[in-house]
């Protein structure tokens, strides 16, 4: 592990962004006393809607001086309190919001300090069309973008009602061939996951991997490791428990080693298991 992504600046009002708090700025000294690099992330994540608002993001990917607004108080927040970069997270786009997306990305480009990382999350797809209908222009995006970090986690979760893998491997590398098309794939991050998901009869729910287990110790169910898929799987009547931890990782890192992607994007440390040597 070398760099260390903090979550934590939210995209408010149109042109305007969260500084890091003091949380963050505890994350980001506990990063560096361990010698590794410190970015945070910038999303645009709607406690009221309790998920990510395309509407919020595009209130500022929509305006030109909020696009720049924002871009010149992130590269401050860098420079003054020495991050090593930033990562964009902004998710549920639209098509709507590529222009916008791309202006952020070449403006932090612009502002940010000699050396400082930038990286933008993107969700997963098959298909290039499904990359643009999420609002991302890959080209260029990767010529502004330090490197490109897919996230190849969340194929199936708690807002379906049918259980299914978090990152099946057959659908993370069908992403990664789609993105390659487009960005070289020295350029890309693949994201891998270290976290559960339940699924009950009246009840969907995020879960650590540790609660997964304890859970399934629980339901008396036994965990089997589904080969397709390189992650856990447990079952009791009408419930079921998915997880991915540090076997699923070993398994990431090795493909991600034959591929020969840039490196491996985990979600998250405070979720799952240690990260494990390859």
Not at 46 to 72: D, W, Y
Not at 75 to 89: H, I, K, Y
Not at 150 to 160: A, C, R, S, V
Not at 187 to 192: D, F, K, P, R, S
């Amino acid at each position: 592990m070398d760099v260390v992504g903090v979550d934590g600046v939210d995209l408010a009002a149109p042109g305007k962004v969260s500084a890091p708090d003091h949380w963050a700025l505890r994350q980001l000294a506990r990063a560096k006393a361990n010698g590794l690099q410190g970015v945070f992330l910038v999303d645009n994540w709607s406690n009221s809607s309790n998920g990510f608002s395309e509407r919020l993001a595009h209130q500022t990917l929509g305006n030109p001086s909020a696009v720049g607004a924002v871009a010149k108080s992130l590269a401050s927040d860098v420079q003054t309190e020495g991050w090593n970069g930033v990562s964009l997270d902004l998710e549920a786009l639209r098509a709507r919001d590529s222009g916008g997306l791309d202006a952020l990305v070449s403006d932090l480009h612009a502002n940010l300090p000699p050396g400082s990382s930038l990286t933008v999350c993107l969700s997963a797809a098959t298909s290039l069309a499904a990359y643009k209908a999420m609002g991302y222009d890959l080209q260029t995006l990767a010529a502004n973008a330090t490197q490109l970090i897919l996230m190849t986690y969340d194929d199936h979760g708690p807002w379906e009602r049918t259980p299914g893998p978090i990152g099946p491997l057959r659908w993370q590398r069908a992403s990664l061939a789609t993105l390659e098309k487009v960005v070289p794939v020295t350029e890309i991050y693949l994201g891998a996951a270290d976290y559960a998901y339940a699924w009950r009869p009246h009840h969907r729910y995020g879960l650590s991997v540790n609660q997964a287990r304890r859970t399934a110790r629980a339901w008396h169910a036994q965990p089997h490791w589904i080969g397709s898929a390189g992650e856990w799987r447990a079952r009791q009547d009408h419930s079921t428990l998915w997880w991915s931890d540090a076997r699923s990782l070993r398994v990431r890192l090795r493909m991600a080693e034959r591929l020969g992607v840039y490196g491996v994007a985990i979600w998250s440390l405070g979720s799952g298991d240690p990260i494990p040597q390859a």
